[in-house]
C-alpha cells in the first residue's frame, strides 16, 4: 500500500512563497512520473505542474505562468512544489500523485490521494 504525505502548506500574503514537499511511503516514486494538483473550495481538482521519472521534463498548468517549479528527489522519494509570487487565487489544498506526464491528467497509485496540504493566500 502506498502512501502520499503531502506537507508545507501555509498561510502567505499575496506575493509570498511557499515550498511543498510530498513524501512517498510504500513505493518507490521513481518509477513513476509524478505531478502536483490543487482543488479550491467549490471546484474540481486541477492540474498544477508535473516531473517525469528522472525530473529533467517538467509541464505546467497554464496558469503557472513561471511562478512554480516542480522537482523531484528519488533518492528521498520527494517531490517538491516550489511557489513564488503566490496570488489570491492559488488558495486551495494541494495535492500530489502519479500522472500522465505531458497531458496533465492524474493517474492516482491505487486510486488513492493523500490528505493535502492547504494554501491559503491572503492579506
Known amino acids: 500500500q502506498v502512501q502520499l504525505i503531502e506537507s508545507g502548506g501555509g498561510l502567505v500574503p499575496p506575493g509570498g512563497s511557499l515550498r511543498l514537499s510530498c513524501v512517498a511511503s510504500g513505493r518507490n516514486l521513481s518509477a513513476y512520473h509524478m505531478g502536483w494538483f490543487r482543488q479550491a473550495p467549490g471546484k474540481e481538482r486541477e492540474f498544477v505542474a508535473s516531473?517525469?521519472?528522472?525530473?529533467?521534463?517538467?509541464y505546467y498548468g497554464d496558469f503557472v505562468n513561471g511562478r512554480f517549479t516542480i522537482s523531484r528527489d528519488n533518492t528521498k522519494n520527494t517531490i517538491y512544489l516550489q511557489m513564488n509570487n503566490l496570488k489570491p487565487e492559488d488558495t486551495g489544498v494541494y495535492y500530489c500523485?502519479?500522472?500522465?506526464?505531458?497531458?496533465?491528467?492524474?493517474?492516482?497509485?491505487?486510486?488513492?490521494w493523500g490528505q493535502g496540504t492547504q494554501v491559503t493566500v491572503s492579506s
Open positions: 500523485n502519479r500522472v500522465i506526464h505531458g497531458v496533465g491528467v492524474a493517474a492516482p497509485l491505487y486510486g488513492l
Open positions: 516531473s517525469n521519472m528522472n525530473g529533467v521534463g517538467t
